[in-house]
């Protein structure tokens, strides 16, 4: 039987985070069009190249594309890390639905701000705000309660 509180681990942590990375994925959509057309604007004859599918990143070191790849870096990082997040966390959920959830909505905000702050241009601005960090501290969360209730499971 799941626990009460587990309904929580699903809203915030998969729900929840399947939100956060579309919004992550729509930003990287717009980028391409912005910058796509702020270098055809500067007469950059390689954009419609540059900045199309199936490229995931934009090629050169113009500086707009310099700020499409700190944007589409913002949500590659978080696509490399987000199927251990929602393991780890529905596995976590079943001993520790609310502490979970709470590191879910941790995980979200920072999330956020990672990537906020990556898109400024400057990648080291990734960690400019505190809550950035959360997103190891949220993950470390998750990998300790899974591992504490793999071990009850086999006691």
Same mark, same amino acid.
């Given at each position: 039987?799941?626990? #009460?509180?587990?309904? $929580? =681990?699903? +809203?915030? @942590? =998969?729900?929840?985070?399947?939100?956060?990375?579309?919004?992550?994925?729509?930003?990287?959509?717009?980028? *391409?069009?912005?910058?796509?057309?702020?270098? /055809?604007?500067?007469?950059? #004859?390689?954009?419609?190249? *540059?900045?199309?599918?199936? #490229?995931?990143?934009?090629?050169?070191?113009?500086?707009?594309?310099?700020?499409? @790849?700190?944007?589409?870096?913002?949500?590659?990082?978080?696509?490399?890390?987000?199927?251990?997040? +929602?393991?780890?966390? /529905?596995?976590? $959920?079943?001993?520790?639905? =609310?502490?979970?959830?709470?590191?879910?909505? +941790?995980?979200?905000?920072? *999330?956020?701000?990672?990537?906020?702050?990556?898109?400024? $241009?400057?990648?080291?601005? *990734?960690?400019?705000?505190?809550?950035?960090?959360?997103?190891?501290?949220?993950?470390? +969360?998750?990998?300790?309660?899974?591992?504490?209730?793999?071990?009850?499971?086999? =006691?």
């Amino acid at each position: 039987m799941l626990p #009460k509180a587990f309904g $929580g =681990v699903l +809203l915030v @942590n =998969v729900v929840g985070s399947a939100i956060i990375m579309l919004v992550l994925g729509f930003g990287v959509g717009a980028a *391409r069009s912005t910058f796509r057309e702020k270098a /055809l604007k500067d007469g950059d #004859k390689e954009a419609e190249a *540059r900045y199309s599918y199936p #490229k995931m990143y934009a090629e050169g070191f113009t500086e707009h594309a310099k700020m499409f @790849n700190c944007v589409q870096r913002g949500h590659q990082h978080a696509m490399e890390t987000y199927s251990q997040f +929602l393991a780890l966390s /529905l596995v976590a $959920g079943l001993r520790f639905p =609310v502490c979970v959830s709470l590191g879910g909505l +941790l995980w979200m905000f920072a *999330r956020l701000k990672w990537a906020e702050g990556y898109k400024t $241009g400057e990648p080291s601005q *990734r960690y400019q705000h505190w809550c950035s960090y959360g997103i190891w501290s949220s993950l470390l +969360l998750m990998l300790l309660g899974a591992g504490v209730t793999a071990v009850s499971v086999m =006691v």
